[in-house]
């Protein structure tokens, strides 16, 4: 397989990280709007958005760019490990999963700004994003006393601005496979 054929894959699978997206940000506007959130629907809105967002990563692993797989599968693991963890205990360890989170945005903000240096394309968005993720999870980790409610909202910020990459991919993807097929009818 291609460079070529695996962007392609990629753009015509552009509404998968529409709806990760859109998911992530809803999930991110809920957190704010409710700050009294349980730990339990807080738990399971970030365990359902890290699987999503560890699926998409192993995705790529598997047929991305061959610079950033081993990356992209790092992160997606990890993601999806987190993921698990929030979903099978999301009401009683609130420790773990400030844990969790805290090194998982760290690791994946790290990694996101790795990556960044081997994308051409929006690699300032990439690099603002994982030192953002970088910066949320040290905030995350230095403060353990802080609120739930502080922790839903630099979480759901988090989300948001995950939410409105993932978007903002989508719409370019979809771009690219519209302008790699000439003779391609944009739907309505």
């Known amino acids: ?16 990280f529409l709806i990760v997206g859109l998911v992530s940000i809803i999930a991110g506007v809920l957190a704010i709007v ?15 958005g890290l ?7 192993v995705a790529e692993a598997i047929g991305g760019s061959p ?9 997606g693991v ?9 979903l099978r205990r999301p009401g009683e360890s609130l420790l773990a999963i400030v844990v969790v989170l805290g090194v998982f945005l760290i690791v994946e ?21 994982g030192i953002l993720d970088a910066i949320l999870g040290i905030l995350i980790l230095s403060l353990p006393g802080v609120s739930l409610v502080t922790l839903a909202v630099l979480f759901a910020i988090s989300l948001l601005l995950r939410g409105g990459f993932m978007v903002f991919v989508a719409f ?13 009818a944009v739907p309505a």
């Open 1 to 16: 397989m291609s460079v070529a054929s695996g962007v392609e894959q990629t753009a015509r699978n552009w509404w998968l």
């Open 34 to 48: 409710y700050p009294d959130i349980t730990l339990l629907a807080l738990g399971i809105f970030i365990g359902v």
């Open 51 to 57: 699987l999503f967002t560890g699926a998409l990563d």
């Open 67 to 75: 610079d950033s797989r081993a990356l992209a599968a790092i992160v």
């Open 78 to 86: 990890l993601s999806i490990i987190a993921g698990v963890v929030c």
């Open 109 to 129: 903000g790290v990694i996101r700004f790795i990556r960044a240096f081997s994308e051409l394309e929006d690699r300032a968005a990439m690099m603002g994003l």
């Open 172 to 184: 370019k993807l979809r771009g690219a496979r519209h302008r790699a097929e000439p003779g391609a």
